[in-house]
Every structure is written in structure tokens, then in C-alpha cells.
């Protein structure tokens, strides 16, 4: 055919199957037989979009050369975009340099700038930004509306760097322009970058969501779109978005892996693993076949997804992550043996200063947890004040609801003279205010809200942190349900969280409703001993020795030998028992 655009179809067509080489050829095919197009050079720009490594680097580089036989038009079109491309890949005075290049030239209308205009407010070179604003309001007029959505654009901006001041005036400047241009899809766009700025999860998912609906379909947009949608538990939307966007984007690298992350929780193993092939990294790395390895164990493919931990493992350069992501896969398959082989080779290769911690990590993920907190200990006693330590060993007690000793250590954290992030620190206060709370103890409660942030302020994590402080009494126990569930209409629970509000369920006197969360909660995390006997507990006290039976087979495979699955045992035998024999004991 001698149309371009059949041409880049075919060539796009092929990309998305995952067959780049083919898609290369078919856009060269094209070149030998039309002459050199701005739609070929676009299409190729398409392709290599978010593209890693040094030979995508060439590739983006060698499509602004030999531009002479182009309109002005077209080489200002594919500049801009190329310049685009280069913002958004992290290569700020690449994108810079062609947009300098382009401002020299003078324009005489403002729809021969706006190409521009829209690729250098991705800069943060203020005086590049305001000179080619100052062109567009020689163009376009004073107060014209892409005057006015450029400089909130510059406010929203600069509120990511963290300069916040502007937040409100952009707001203002944004109602204007969309009332005289409604269904302006960059509108909706600024308005759900300013949701996110102000932790309006809400404010920014309708934002994006409008956006997305009103046609844009850059990568930006519909990943953010995506990722707020995950977060909030809707898979079914997000898959949506990815399956509209897969018409149009060639998916590859990060796009991809995120695509196939929710092919996976929407139950489509099959979609999952094909979105999977497409997302290799040019320059072969590690973390992608830790990735990987997980994806496809996920998917049911165990014998693919140990293949690629292990070689993972075996890179040369593979940090400590690797050993425990094959560990924990050893771990849950009953490989236990194996899985502290593992993690007993990393041990030989780790410098004896730095390794506690990793090995603990690493032991935790085998199973053996006991070893998980000698070395949690070791790493403690070490860099006793400093913060990441702090914060793991905390993180561990948690998860094993030992709310005593995680006071401790996230007391000492939050009085460290070390340095601490300030989401870190957040994450610490919810954390201590939550154990104080579930002490019991009526003091601990008020300092527990003492703790946590106003209302006015408060995060999602911070609402339900208080949510939970609430039930830690029971007259505010119904009333802390009722929040924490729509909260999780909102976004899943973190499995402590889940485990927190099993227990207020309990004490409320629901163990229907708690024992199936606990059963779907130790679907999450199966080698957890203390989801196991919190629920074998709560079935025997239920008189349901039945269904308890195997999970005391389960505890038992991960803690031999120990006094409490001897306790159960015990009682599964009582239970088991004549009522009369019951009786006499």
C-alpha cells in the first residue's frame, strides 16, 4: 500500500504482539518504499518510548537527524514530541536542548506553538518555560485560556518540587478554564495531579478518570489512573483502562509489568504471563526475574517461576532480595529444607558487618523464624539507633502481633537522633498508637490518640488508624467496624490491618464474619504462625475441632515441636472425646 498509515498500523500491530525486530523491519520496509515520513519517525518514537538502556538511547537520538526534507510543521511535531519523550524518560536536558532549539524559531500563529508549549511545561528550567509562555500570550492575547491553563500547570509543577504555595490559585485558574472549555481532557488531567497533592485519592482518581475518558491516552496519565485504581482494589476498571490503552501504546517495560499485575488479580493467569513476555528490560537485570519469578508462580507456573528466581539468584550482582524471594517460594511449596540452604550460601557471601539483617529477611521468608529474629536481634544490637533497622524489627514484631515488643522498638525510633523520613516517621506513630490502643489499658488509649494526626489532615492510613484506637474500647467498637469497612471499599487492607479488625469482629461476638477473613487472611500469608493459631484458637473455642484439625497440621509443619501446637493438640483430642469422658475430665 502507499498510505503511511497502514504501514504504521502494521508496524504498531506487530510491537503490541511483542514482536519489536518485526515492527523495526515493517517501519523500514516502509521507508525503502514511501521515502522518509513523519509518520514512520513517529511511529518508531512510539516504539521506543520508555525503552531502556543505551541502544534506545541511539535510537531516540538518531530521529532528529536528517530532518531538511520535512515541512516546518512536521519537524516541529516530531521535535516536540521527541523532546516530550525525553522529559518523561528522565533526560531533562535532552528534552531542554530541542525545546531552546524550537523557541529560537519565531512563530507567527499559536497553533505552530502549542506543539511547544506542551512539551516545555514538562521542563523545570523556569526561564525556558517563561519565555515560551511569553510567545503564547503575544499570540494568543491577554487572558486567553492557554495562558491561564499554563500557568497552573507551571503552580502544580512547581507544588511537586514542593513548593505548595501556588495549589490555590491553580485551583482557581483551572475552574475558569474549564467553564469556558468544558471537556478540556488536560483540565481533568491538572485537577487529578492536584488531588493526589492534596492526598484526595477521590479528587485525583476522577480527575485522571475524566481525563482518560475525554481521550488522553498518554503514558503518564493512564498509569497513574491504573495505579490509583489497584490501590483501591478496583481490578476490573483497571484492567478496563489497560485494554484501551493496549489499542493504542505498544506495551513494554514498567507498562507492561503493571498490565500483567492486574491481568493477575483478575483472576486471567493466561493474559498475565502473555503481558509478562512483553515487559523485558533491554539490559538483562535481576530484579526483573525476581519480578518475573514471582508473576508467574502467581499464575500457577511453578516450574517456569522457580527457573527464573534461581537465575535471579545466580546474576553476579543479585542483592539479598533475590535469595529471599526464592526462599519464600521454597518455603510455601513445603521445601523448607531447601529454602535454608539458600539462604545459608548468601550467608558465605555477605560481609559479616552488613548481613543480619538481610539474612533475617531472607530466614523469615524460609520459614524459620526463629533464626529470622536472632539475626533481627544481631542486626539490632549492631545499629542499635539506626532507623531502616528500627524500622524492619518493628515491622517484624508486628507481623507476629507482639505489640509489646514492637512498642519498644518503635518508641526508640520515633526518639532516634538518626534521620527518619517523614512517611516513615507517620508510619511509626499509627503503628505505637495502634499497639498502645490494643493493650487494653485505658492511659495507653489516650496516648494512642494523642499520636495521630488531626482529622483535618488525616491520611487514609491515618483514618483507620483511628478508626482502630476507637474499638480499642467497646462502646466505640461497632462504630470502628463500620469505618474500617468503608475504608476498605476504598482501598484493600494491609494484612494487619485485616488481622486488627478480625479480632474486633471476634470480640464483638461475629466469628462467622471473623473466622472467614481470618481463612482469606491466611490465603495472603501462609507461613504466619500467628494468624494460624489465633484462628485454630478461635474454631476450638467455637467447638469446630473439625475444621481446626488441618490448621494444627499447619501450624505444626512450622513450628515443631512447640508447646502451643502441643496445647491444641491436646484440646483437638478433648474435643474429639465422648461428651461423657468430656464430662468426667
Known amino acids: 500500500p502507499d498510505q503511511p498509515g497502514a504501514w504504521t498500523a502494521l508496524a504498531l500491530d506487530a510491537a503490541q504482539r511483542g514482536e519489536a525486530a518485526k515492527a523495526t523491519a515493517i517501519l523500514a520496509d516502509a521507508r525503502h518504499k514511501l521515502g522518509d515520513k513523519v509518520e514512520f519517525r513517529l511511529a518508531a518514537l512510539q516504539l521506543f518510548a520508555g525503552v531502556e538502556g543505551a541502544a534506545a538511547d541511539k535510537d531516540l537520538s538518531d530521529l532528529e537527524k536528517n ?45 505552530a506553538r502549542l506543539p511547544l508549549l506542551q512539551a516545555v511545561l514538562l521542563s523545570e528550567d523556569d526561564a525556558l518555560v517563561n519565555d515560551v509562555l511569553a510567545d503564547v500570550g503575544r499570540l494568543e492575547g491577554e487572558n486567553g485560556v492557554w495562558q491561564r491553563y499554563s500557568r497552573a500547570a507551571r503552580l502544580v509543577t512547581r507544588a511537586c518540587r514542593g513548593d505548595r504555595g501556588g495549589l490555590g490559585e491553580a485551583k482557581t485558574l483551572l475552574a475558569d478554564v474549564a467553564s469556558r472549555r468544558p471537556g478540556w481532557s488536560l483540565v481533568a488531567l491538572l485537577q487529578g495531579r492536584i488531588g493526589e497533592l492534596d492526598g484526595d485519592t477521590a479528587a485525583a482518581l476522577d480527575g485522571y478518570q475524566r481525563a482518560f475518558d475525554l481521550g488522553e491516552r ?3 496519565v493512564a498509569q497513574a489512573l491504573v495505579r490509583l485504581l489497584a490501590q483501591r482494589g478496583h481490578w476490573e476498571e483497571a484492567d478496563q483502562v489497560v485494554r484501551k490503552l493496549q489499542e493504542q501504546l505498544v506495551f513494554h517495560g514498567a507498562l507492561a509489568r503493571q498490565a500483567a499485575e492486574i491481568a493477575l488479580q483478575t483472576h486471567n493467569s493466561d493474559r498475565a504471563v502473555e503481558l509478562a513476555q512483553l515487559s523485558a528490560p ?130 526508640r525510633l520515633l526518639k532516634s537522633g538518626r534521620e527518619v523520613s517523614s512517611a516513615d516517621r507517620a508510619w511509626a506513630q499509627r503503628e505505637l498508637a495502634m499497639a498502645l490502643a490494643s493493650n487494653g489499658d485505658d492511659s495507653k488509649v489516650e496516648e494512642a490518640s494523642s499520636l495521630l494526626v488531626t482529622e483535618v489532615k488525616a491520611s487514609a492510613a491515618d483514618r483507620r488508624a483511628r478508626a482502630f484506637v476507637r474499638g480499642a474500647r467497646p462502646e466505640g467498637r461497632a462504630e470502628a467496624i463500620h469505618l474500617l469497612e468503608e475504608e476498605a471499599k476504598a482501598a484493600p487492607l494491609p494484612a494487619d490491618e485485616q488481622f486488627r479488625l478480625v479480632q474486633f469482629y471476634d470480640a464483638a461476638g461475629d466469628w462467622t464474619q471473623a473466622r472467614d477473613r481470618m481463612v482469606g487472611l491466611l490465603t495472603q500469608d501462609k507461613q504466619n504462625p500467628e494468624y494460624l493459631a489465633y484462628l485454630i484458637d478461635g474454631l476450638l473455642r467455637h467447638d469446630q475441632s473439625e475444621e481446626a484439625g488441618p490448621w494444627v497440621a499447619r501450624l505444626e509443619t512450622l513450628e515443631p515441636g512447640a508447646e502451643r501446637v502441643k496445647a491444641f493438640r491436646s484440646r483437638l483430642a478433648s474435643s474429639a472425646a465422648p461428651v461423657e469422658a468430656r464430662v468426667e475430665r
Open 67 to 111: 530532518l531538511d526534507a520535512f515541512t516546518p510543521e512536521d519537524r516541529t511535531l516530531l521535535l516536540c514530541r521527541l523532546a516530550e519523550t525525553y522529559y518523561r524518560g528522565g533526560k531533562a536536558s535532552e528534552g531542554d536542548r530541542l525545546c531552546r532549539l524550537l523557541a529560537a524559531e519565531p512563530a507567527t500563529d499559536l497553533s
Open 218 to 220: 498518554r503514558l503518564d
Open 282 to 411: 533491554v539490559e538483562d537485570v535481576y530484579p526483573y526475574h525476581v519480578w518475573l519469578g514471582r508473576l508467574l508462580t502467581a499464575a500457577g507456573q511453578d516450574a517456569e517461576g522457580e527457573s527464573e528466581l534461581r537465575r535471579a539468584v545466580a546474576f553476579p550482582e543479585a542483592g539479598w532480595d533475590a535469595t529471599a524471594a526464592l526462599a519464600t517460594y521454597l518455603a510455601q511449596h513445603g521445601r523448607k529444607p531447601e529454602a535454608e540452604a539458600v539462604v545459608e550460601e548468601l550467608k558465605t557471601k555477605l560481609p559479616p558487618r552488613y548481613a543480619a539483617l538481610p539474612l533475617a529477611e531472607c530466614y523469615e521468608g524460609a520459614g524459620r523464624l526463629d533464626r529470622a529474629e536472632q539475626s533481627y536481634n544481631e542486626a539490632l544490637a549492631k545499629r542499635p539507633d539506626d532507623g531502616a533497622t528500627l524500622l524492619r524489627v518493628a515491622a517484624f514484631d508486628l507481623r507476629l502481633n507482639r505489640g509489646a515488643a514492637a512498642e519498644t522498638v518503635l518508641r
